[in-house]
């Protein structure tokens, strides 16, 4: 799917306030997603990135600002956030598997749950998924049984297995050894092709690997956002070039 100009999310004057107003997470923050396009967040920790991505589908609430996707304010009190969250799949860190459920049982249990689809379709949809990613034979095991790089690419599956317009990712490779990391940003490449991608990551060769646009956070204030290559080649604000050159963070 190429980058269309259609707005897909649109964040407009989001704060995010913890504390009272004793910390601000994020400050004013604007930032338009454009369906089909792959945006990468980057910024030391505590830049507020985590915070963006949560909030793209309420998992974090925010304090003051409004976040359209597909037109509809999702901090609007009145929309059932619930329906839109099935439109975004969310990607964790550390994978958020249930243990107790085998990796087919994992992928199923949502649609099940929301009955998006009968129970052979949601069945046939799981197997697949995981040939998708690679891993129809771990179809019956549980996951404490696979190495890292596979649950998180079972945990990329049963993201899709929402049918989602949008993936939102936080840190995907950062627990993850060189190899499995390749493996993940592979597949992450192969749904640039079909769906609207948001990642965070520490990763800036991953953020150019994957990337069409970039955004750079520092202390809740989001500094510049761009083209992958300009951002990294010739930023704009003197920020911005000293955390991509190492300078700090």
Do not use: W
């Not at 910390?23 to 963006?52: F, M, Q, R, Y």
């Amino acid at each position: 799917m190429a980058t269309s100009s259609k707005v897909l999310i649109s964040v407009q004057h989001l704060v995010k306030e913890y504390n009272h107003g004793a910390v601000h997470a994020l400050n004013d923050c604007n930032l338009d997603i454009h369906k089909g396009e792959v945006v990468a967040i980057i910024g030391p920790s505590g830049s507020g990135k985590s915070t963006l991505l949560r909030s793209l589908n309420m998992l974090e609430e925010p304090t003051s600002g409004a976040i359209f996707f597909d037109g509809v304010d999702l901090a609007d009190k009145s929309v059932d956030i619930n329906l839109h969250r099935q439109k975004m799949g969310m990607v964790f860190q550390h994978f958020n598997l249930f243990p107790h459920l085998t990796v087919k049982k994992n992928l199923e249990l949502a649609p099940s749950l929301l009955k998006l689809k009968d129970i052979e379709a949601i069945s046939a949809r799981a197997d697949e998924l995981l040939a998708r990613v690679g891993l129809a034979d771990k179809a019956n095991a549980y996951p404490k049984s696979l190495s890292g790089g596979q649950q998180q690419r079972i945990a990329i599956a049963r993201a899709l297995a929402m049918d989602p317009d949008v993936i939102l990712f936080d840190e995907p490779t950062s627990a993850l050894d060189p190899g499995s990391t390749m493996k993940v940003e592979e597949l992450m490449n192969e749904l640039k092709k079909n769906y609207t991608v948001v990642i965070v990551t520490h990763n800036m060769q991953q953020a150019l690997r994957i990337s069409d646009r970039t955004a750079f956070f520092l202390l809740g204030e989001l500094v510049e956002v761009g083209p992958t290559n300009q951002i990294f080649s010739t930023p704009r604000d003197k920020r911005t070039e000293d955390y991509i050159s190492g300078r700090f963070g």
